[in-house]
């Protein structure tokens, strides 16, 4: 469907098509008024004379501008109609969606794929918040802005709270492999069933393919009705077999059996793969590790840092809070390796700094190493030499500093950090702890800096390392 000044009012120019859906198609065209590119949903004209259809299209602008203040879903910048045709100008994200992407590259990191869905997560419990229910969950719909953030579009079928119902009995609205059981059935979908749909495309990001993909869309609608949960470790090497215990809750038959929100979903997913991380054997490491000191006798006091606030969910290995408050104590702590990269020695004096407002003071502490780990050695391929006890000291390190006792932890973190080098996201989470513990234990440093970027470099963007780093700032 060409489009031009009959289709289109002339502020928008030099249209051009960039995705074409089952109502219509998608326009990248300039705003010349306000000087900026916009994406353009045009109803398709041989639905146009179809009043239901029409309502439909105009409910989605409705349903979404209701969100568009919120983070992470799709601003709506205009309704209108020209020459019998509604349109919807929307903002413009140049990423495309996550369709694409596992079209060009299939499965994705771990790391990138909870990000990911912690964003889609976010922007749907928020819709459910205001009584919008999505109903057509996939990645075709969760596209990708010029950072690679992900905001959720097209409500087009949505279920929208104070709008009228358009939808019969028994008539199922979705894409197949993405249907919850209910609505494959016909019957109401609610903000479980948009769950679900997230459930399938987390399992789709991690296993490269949908839980129950098939050639025939009836069949696999069919099978979200009937047919058992599959394993998703056993679709993808390297996934945790901790995984499938979270997609038999989320993909449930049943919505009341499902997570209660998108968030707690993703952390379960989290959880996941920090439980694996915290119970797999790990090859070990011949070299000592040192472990923090205790405090000496006598040392500057810090001043008071502000009380976190209380997480609003967990991170695996880590509690989210925002640390470091008033004062703006810092402590220079303790490395664990030389200048030149090579092992520290076994014992050696390290000068440390606390700083206060107004005042430094300079004391003299003693490190030791631990004893080497006894376990035998062994090697997996792809895999870096570490500590066999590295990720159980890392657990224990974790379930202190959870519980509040940050002396008792970090001197386990210490020892987890040397242990896990080299051994991605099990690294990357005890990076994140000890920073925790060392900005809420010893104040903020530089290294605590340090131990984010590490972690943000492994598992990528995530809200607490940013919380961590701003308060550190």
């Given at each position: 469907?060409?489009?031009?000044?009959?289709?289109?009012?002339?502020?928008?120019?030099?249209?051009?098509?960039?995705?074409?859906?089952?109502?219509?198609?998608?326009?990248?065209?300039r705003d010349t008024v306000l000087g900026r590119l916009v994406a353009i949903k045009v109803l398709d004209e041989r639905y146009a004379e179809d009043e239901t259809v029409r309502k439909r299209f105009t409910r989605e602008a409705l349903a979404?501008?209701?969100?568009?203040?919120?983070?992470?879903?799709?601003?709506?910048?205009?309704?209108?109609?020209?020459?019998?045709?509604?349109?919807?100008?929307?903002?413009?994200?140049?990423?495309?969606?996550?369709?694409?992407?596992?079209?060009?590259?299939?499965?994705?990191?771990?790391?990138?794929?909870?990000?990911?869905?912690?964003?889609?997560?976010?922007?749907?419990?928020?819709?459910?918040?205001?009584?919008?229910?999505?109903?057509?969950?996939?990645?075709?719909?969760?596209?990708?802005?010029?950072?690679?953030?992900?905001?959720?579009?097209?409500?087009?079928?949505?279920?929208?709270?104070?709008?009228?119902?358009?939808?019969?009995?028994?008539?199922?609205?979705?894409?197949?492999?993405?249907?919850?059981?209910?609505?494959?059935?016909?019957?109401?979908?609610?903000?479980?069933?948009?769950?679900?749909?997230?459930?399938?495309?987390?399992?789709?990001?991690?296993?490269?393919?949908?839980?129950?993909?098939?050639?025939?869309?009836?069949?696999?609608?069919?099978?979200?009705?009937?047919?058992?949960?599959?394993?998703?470790?056993?679709?993808?090497?390297?996934?945790?077999?901790?995984?499938?215990?979270?997609?038999?809750?989320?993909?449930?038959?049943?919505?009341?059996?499902?997570?209660?929100?998108?968030?707690?979903?993703?952390?379960?997913?989290?959880?996941?793969?920090?439980?694996?991380?915290?119970?797999?054997?790990?090859?070990?490491?011949?070299?000592?590790?040192?472990?923090?000191?205790?405090?000496?006798?006598?040392?500057?006091?810090?001043?008071?840092?502000?009380?976190?606030?209380?997480?609003?969910?967990?991170?695996?290995?880590?509690?989210?809070?925002?640390?470091?408050?008033?004062?703006?104590?810092?402590?220079?702590?303790?490395?664990?390796?030389?200048?030149?990269?090579?092992?520290?020695?076994?014992?050696?004096?390290?000068?440390?700094?606390?700083?206060?407002?107004?005042?430094?003071?300079?004391?003299?502490?003693?490190?030791?190493?631990?004893?080497?780990?006894?376990?035998?050695?062994?090697?997996?391929?792809?895999?870096?030499?570490?500590?066999?006890?590295?990720?159980?000291?890392?657990?224990?390190?974790?379930?202190?500093?959870?519980?509040?006792?940050?002396?008792?932890?970090?001197?386990?973190?210490?020892?987890?950090?040397?242990?896990?080098?080299?051994?991605?996201?099990?690294?990357?989470?005890?990076?994140?702890?000890?920073?925790?513990?060392?900005?809420?234990?010893?104040?903020?440093s530089v290294r605590v800096i340090r131990l984010l970027d590490a972690s943000q470099a492994i598992q990528g963007h995530r809200t607490p390392i940013d919380q961590l780093r701003k308060a550190c700032g």
């Amino acid at each position: 469907m060409p489009v031009g000044t009959a289709t289109l009012p002339d502020r928008y120019s030099d249209p051009r098509l960039v995705a074409r859906g089952g109502m219509g198609a998608v326009y990248c065209a300039r705003d010349t008024v306000l000087g900026r590119l916009v994406a353009i949903k045009v109803l398709d004209e041989r639905y146009a004379e179809d009043e239901t259809v029409r309502k439909r299209f105009t409910r989605e602008a409705l349903a979404a501008a209701r969100l568009s203040s919120e983070e992470s879903i799709v601003t709506i910048f205009d309704v209108g109609e020209s020459d019998g045709q509604p349109f919807i100008v929307m903002e413009y994200l140049p990423g495309g969606s996550l369709h694409d992407v596992l079209k060009r590259n299939g499965a994705q990191s771990p790391a990138r794929a909870l990000d990911w869905l912690e964003q889609a997560a976010r922007a749907l419990d928020q819709a459910h918040g205001k009584g919008v229910v999505h109903r057509d969950v996939k990645p075709a719909n969760l596209l990708l802005d010029r950072e690679g953030r992900v905001h959720v579009a097209d409500f087009g079928v949505a279920s929208a709270a104070g709008l009228d119902s358009l939808t019969q009995a028994g008539t199922v609205i979705g894409t197949a492999g993405y249907l919850a059981p209910e609505q494959a059935e016909g019957r109401e979908a609610t903000a479980a069933s948009d769950r679900y749909g997230l459930a399938v495309v987390a399992f789709e990001l991690l296993a490269g393919s949908r839980p129950y993909e098939n050639d025939s869309p009836t069949a696999e609608a069919t099978a979200h009705v009937r047919s058992p949960v599959p394993s998703v470790a056993g679709r993808r090497p390297g996934l945790p077999a901790e995984a499938d215990a979270v997609f038999l809750r989320a993909l449930a038959k049943n919505p009341a059996d499902r997570y209660s929100t998108g968030a707690e979903l993703v952390a379960a997913l989290r959880a996941a793969f920090a439980d694996s991380a915290g119970t797999t054997q790990i090859t070990p490491s011949t070299r000592a590790t040192r472990v923090a000191a205790p405090p000496p006798t006598t040392r500057a006091v810090a001043a008071p840092a502000r009380a976190p606030r209380r997480p609003s969910w967990l991170l695996p290995l880590a509690l989210l809070a925002l640390l470091c408050g008033g004062g703006g104590a810092l402590a220079a702590v303790l490395l664990t390796r030389g200048d030149d990269g090579s092992p520290a020695p076994a014992q050696r004096n390290v000068r440390v700094t606390v700083t206060e407002q107004g005042r430094t003071v300079e004391q003299t502490v003693t490190v030791a190493a631990a004893a080497p780990p006894t376990t035998t050695p062994s090697t997996a391929a792809g895999s870096t030499v570490g500590s066999a006890s590295g990720s159980s000291t890392a657990l224990q390190g974790y379930r202190k500093m959870q519980a509040g006792d940050y002396s008792g932890a970090l001197p386990l973190l210490e020892q987890a950090a040397n242990a896990l080098r080299g051994t991605g996201l099990a690294e990357a989470y005890n990076d994140y702890n000890l920073a925790f513990t060392l900005a809420k234990s010893q104040g903020c440093s530089v290294r605590v800096i340090r131990l984010l970027d590490a972690s943000q470099a492994i598992q990528g963007h995530r809200t607490p390392i940013d919380q961590l780093r701003k308060a550190c700032g």
